[in-house]
């Protein structure tokens, strides 16, 4: 007995050796903190947008002074304060302003001066002054794009009609507008980087309604809709989120913004909220599901990712909306998409802002990617009217906006080839 | 060899718990499952060889290997609990840091329970891992050859 | 070449010197220059003494120990062989055989022997043998038994004695002799069958040409030790050992003038003791006359040892050697011997006598508990597990050879002990402190028990050379614990001299 004694105590003297290795364990930090930073690729490529770089150069504002426009400027309007917000943006602080009246058809599109800065907005938002017959959209737009280049940015107010003057076909002519527009941003997008935001906002207008689609007019006191056209390159334009012009345009109503996508990877990472069934991230790459199991009262199997959409210009509206997504296996669909209000510490190499969910009734083994969609907004179909013929109770539409908006849409689908702003990659075995 | 490891306590003895990967994420990436590993394999290695090599008592019975069997689990038992308090509670993972601190998180309370786990699982492997290096173990040993059977 | 030594043991006193001449041999001394067998040859009428039967029990359990052992190396090593396993060359071990038959001694008085009522005695006629027998031979001597022997009276012994050199199993000693064998007699000059016998023997060893090969015979080497008086009786009867001095004194005056001055021997050796004598127990002969084991016995059975060891040295002129001891004590432990002899004896000695303590006091603890002992270990090798397990130790093999003849070595050390002088080397030992048995020589090391020899058992089982077979069944355990407790002594230091060396 005594000898097993003995070895007990060359027993506790190993132990304590190995627990003083152990304590040494807790000075890895070097090692540990240098892996961390090289984490894998798929889970945390982190895109760091280099919008800090560009700084707004000038930003050239053109409003259309053609007279369908002289009933927003007449009297105190959420227009005219909607406007002068614009023109103090916080954003544009330290940027040169430039102000110009435009209207005009073709060749004979005319932009007049009005300032260089805010106050002499004021000069410019009287009756008087939008007294001219004739507005043609898309040298309006070409003007104003073509302002929007280097560092600039140029913003058009516009009540949104196309003037297809007495033509008997005015669908027709409106087509015709439209391929003439079309082109003009394409050719724009093809030597620069271009992103166009459209603002609908409302705002009482008071005075005659000009027909786009015929001659004459008619008077009204009523909401109408105007639109606020941005230009400018992408990286600029990016800074300036919907929650800016929610609040500073007056009767702000929708937002919607055309990108020329490049290819845009964002960290996301598979979480266990909102779980069904089961599975095991495996740790080579977190995005890869292993030991899926469906749930076994046959609910299927479900499963969200959280992934960080800070460096997308989209509103949270548009990244909420499932039907903004899409899934390349049918058998899965995204079911919610929303905001992160708590924090998630299995997430460590980036900041989630979004939860998205994702959930099948059949077999969940497969390859899976899911898509964040460049999609035309609702709204923008919603906004567009087909004709003029009840205007005093059309509060909310535009004559021919779906062509006006599929002008650029498609110049910009075109360019793009891909509609599809990022993809979200799982492999889910069992 | 961590894959190994780790598939042992999360997937055998299912001691994975998706609410709280954190934890066994730390582990891992820390070495903490290297280390459990090393416990269980290792301590009763030595604790073996002195016992068949170095123990020269040579009226051993089937009673001492026996006991020996159990101070060699309870040594890895104490052990790898220590060994898992310092990894999980004493990390280098500032995330798990954290969340054991925020005390909605439930990090704590599940966290809490865990060392014991894990050594209880390493004496149970331990006793295996024992009996099979006794048998290895006892071909080559003088005095104790005949032990345990 | 492989040499015998032929060891002629005549009376009691021959018996007993070659009993300790097998415990020695038991515990692994051996004779030195080739001498590869020994051919122990016992002479005494008196086949009912208690230490002829002991001393031919001890050599056949001897002999029935070694045979069972392949190739002994340390204990059992030499070789004992009776003069008829070397002429039938028969296996079979029969003690009889290491005794010389006197023919016409049982049953028989001495006059009957002689014939005496046969002869004439018709003095008118110049034929009175009867008369001139009585001349020689008192009425007592005539009606003397002879089966218990010549009770100290050397005249009847020569007259006895001297037909045994044409017995059939002196003829047989003769025929087995070849080139280079040696013989060594042992007697008591003080007694009637070693007195008478002795110079009877060496006559006819020298010159009777009835022996086959007498001519080797008589050119080859002849030691002889001669006892003196060493012990005395407790009662003066028929036998009174106070005569036993002068008995002595006009025996040596024989010798000297009939053997030394003649260089009849190559070697003789004289030994014995004066005062400080034990009294043993008075008996005439038969199986009362058992003495106890004495110190003088064993070392006369050292000379053997020195004379085989010198035998190349002898000339042809008698030498003529005495036993002493380096300090006269009452109680001689080894310091007091002479160095030679504490190397020759010492080691030996104190294994065998750990050998066999040990299976008296130290294998309960360890049978089928050490790995040693066990023969059922599971998950190793066939090889690896023991002989010696418990049905080994109680076979009839181990109680009736092991066990029996190692009762006789420890008896045969107890008595030497109790005797005077004593030779008490060892204390008496139990379990815990049996490393400490050799007096004087105290272990400094922890481990004092039997264990360190259960831990050599058990590292040295395996040892290939250890392997017992059906037919040599002793080998494992004769030979394990050889060289166990050989390293015991060593790593233990329980010899002085073994730490000198």
Request: charged content about 25%; glycine content about 6%.
């Amino acid at each position: 007995m005594k000898n097993l004694w003995k070895l007990c105590v060359i027993t506790i003297l190993i132990g304590l050796t190995i627990l003083s290795g152990c304590s040494g364990c807790n000075n890895r930090s070097e090692r540990l903190n240098e892996k961390e930073l090289n984490t894998d690729e798929q889970n945390t490529s982190i895109i760091v947008s280099d919008n800090s770089d560009r700084k707004i150069n000038k930003v050239v504002f053109f409003l259309e002074n053609s007279g369908s426009l002289k009933g927003y400027v007449n009297g105190d309007t959420d227009f005219k304060t909607s406007l002068t917000a614009l023109a103090h943006l916080p954003d544009f602080d330290k940027s040169k302003k430039t102000f110009y009246f435009i209207n005009g058809k073709k060749e004979n599109c005319e932009v007049e001066f009005i300032g260089n800065n805010s106050e002499t907005l004021e000069k410019g938002l009287i009756s008087k002054k939008y007294n001219k017959s004739y507005s043609d959209l898309t040298k309006m737009f070409e003007v104003a794009l073509d302002s929007s280049q280097n560092n600039n940015i140029s913003i058009l107010i516009t009540d949104g009609l196309y003037d297809v003057g007495e033509s008997d076909n005015p669908k027709k002519a409106l087509e015709k507008e439209v391929e003439i527009t079309q082109e003009t941003f394409r050719n724009k997008l093809n030597n620069s980087d271009i992103e166009t935001i459209i603002i609908k906002a409302y705002s009482n207008f008071n005075g005659s309604y000009c027909f786009a689609s015929s001659s004459g007019s008619q008077l009204i006191n009523q909401q109408r809709p105007y639109y606020i056209f941005i230009f400018g390159n992408s990286k600029l334009l990016n800074k300036l989120n919907e929650e800016t012009f929610n609040k500073k345009v007056k009767g702000f109503a929708n937002i919607a913004r055309f990108i020329k996508l490049e290819k845009k990877e964002i960290p996301y990472q598979a979480t266990n909220k909102n779980k069904l069934g089961d599975f095991r991230p495996d740790r080579r790459g977190l995005n890869k599901l292993i030991n899926v199991e469906s749930d076994r009262n046959g609910q299927g199997f479900q499963f969200s990712y959280a992934t960080d959409f800070s460096s997308l210009p989209y509103s949270d509206l548009y990244l909420e909306t499932i039907e903004n997504y899409s899934c390349s296996d049918d058998n899965y669909e995204v079911v919610s998409v929303t905001k992160i209000k708590k924090k998630i510490y299995e997430i460590t190499s980036f900041i989630p802002t979004h939860l998205i969910t994702v959930s099948t009734q059949n077999s969940p083994y497969c390859e899976l990617s899911v898509s964040l969609k460049n999609v035309v907004p609702i709204w923008i179909v919603n906004t567009n009217s087909d004709n003029e013929s009840n205007i005093d109770n059309n509060t909310t539409q535009t004559f021919g906006f779906k062509f006006l908006t599929n002008a650029i849409s498609e110049a910009y689908l075109y360019m793009n080839r891909e509609n599809k702003i990022t993809n979200f990659t799982f492999e889910i075995i069992k | 060899m961590k894959d190994i490891f780790a598939t042992i306590y999360e997937i055998w003895f299912q001691l994975w718990n998706s609410d709280f990967s954190l934890i066994f994420d730390t582990l891992f990436d820390d070495y903490g499952y290297i280390m459990f590993g090393v416990s269980f394999i290792l301590i009763p290695l030595i604790l073996w060889f002195l016992f068949y090599y170095v123990w020269n008592y040579p009226y051993g019975k089937f009673w001492h290997w026996l006991g020996w069997l159990i101070i060699t689990s309870l040594f890895v038992a104490v052990i790898t609990l220590v060994i898992a308090n310092n990894e999980i509670f004493i990390s280098n993972n500032q995330a798990l840091i954290n969340a054991l601190d925020d005390p909605d998180s439930g990090y704590k309370q599940f966290a809490e329970s865990l060392p014991l786990k894990y050594a209880s699982i390493n004496g149970i492997l331990s006793i295996v891992v024992g009996f099979i290096y006794s048998l290895i173990l006892k071909q080559f040993s003088k005095i104790q050859m005949h032990l345990p059977f | 070449m492989a040499k015998k030594l032929y060891i002629f043991g005549i009376g009691g006193t021959g018996s007993r010197v070659i009993k300790s001449l097998a415990m020695l041999l038991a515990s692994g001394c051996r004779l030195k220059n080739n001498f590869e067998t020994i051919i122990p040859i016992i002479i005494d009428p008196d086949t009912g003494n208690g230490d002829l039967n002991r001393t031919k029990d001890i050599l056949k359990l001897y002999q029935e120990i070694r045979n069972q052992v392949n190739q002994p190396d340390d204990f059992f090593r030499q070789e004992i062989k009776t003069v008829n396993e070397l002429t039938n060359k028969s296996p079979v071990v029969n003690s009889d055989y290491f005794q010389f038959n006197l023919d016409n001694v049982n049953q028989s008085t001495f006059g009957q022997y002689i014939g005496f009522n046969s002869l004439d005695d018709n003095y008118k006629e110049s034929q009175d043998d009867k008369n001139f027998t009585r001349l020689l031979y008192s009425e007592q001597n005539l009606n003397s038994n002879l089966n218990v022997g010549f009770k100290g009276n050397p005249n009847m012994g020569a007259t006895v004695l001297n037909q045994f050199t044409d017995s059939k199993d002196f003829k047989k000693f003769g025929q087995t002799f070849v080139n280079g064998d040696a013989i060594f007699i042992i007697s008591s000059i003080f007694g009637g069958t070693g007195a008478a016998g002795f110079p009877l023997l060496l006559k006819n060893l020298r010159g009777n040409t009835n022996i086959p090969n007498i001519a080797k015979i008589k050119v080859s080497q002849i030691g002889g030790i001669t006892y003196l008086p060493y012990f005395a009786l407790d009662k003066k009867d028929e036998i009174n050992s106070d005569s036993f001095e002068d008995k002595a004194k006009i025996a040596i005056d024989y010798y000297n003038r009939t053997i030394i001055e003649q260089n009849k021997i190559n070697s003789i050796y004289f030994i014995g003791n004066k005062g400080n004598t034990e009294y043993m127990k008075y008996a005439v002969g038969g199986k009362e006359q058992k003495n106890n084991a004495h110190f003088l016995e064993m070392a006369g059975a050292l000379a053997i040892f020195d004379f085989c060891e010198n035998i190349n040295k002898s000339t042809n002129q008698t030498e003529v050697k005495e036993f002493g001891i380096e300090n006269d004590s009452e109680t001689i432990v080894f310091g007091d011997l002479n160095l030679n002899d504490q190397k020759e004896i010492a080691k030996p000695l104190t294994k065998y006598k750990l050998f066999s303590e040990y299976l008296n006091i130290g294998l309960p603890k360890a049978l089928n508990t050490s790995r040693w002992t066990k023969s059922n270990i599971k998950f190793v090798k066939e090889t690896e597990n023991s002989f010696l397990d418990k049905q080994y130790f109680s076979s009839s093999e181990y109680k009736i050879q092991i066990k029996a003849f190692n009762k006789h070595f420890l008896e045969w050390l107890n008595e030497m002990e109790d005797n005077k002088p004593a030779f008490s080397p060892y204390y008496k030992i139990n379990w815990g402190d049996a490393l400490n048995l050799v007096k004087g020589e105290e272990t400094q090391k922890r481990k004092k028990s039997f264990q360190p020899i259960d831990i050599e058992n058990c590292k040295l089982i395996t040892d290939i050379n250890y392997k017992s077979t059906p037919k040599t069944i002793h080998t494992t355990l004769i030979k394990l614990f050889g060289k166990s407790t050989e390293n015991v002594l060593k790593k233990h230091n329980l010899l002085k001299q073994e730490k000198d060396v």
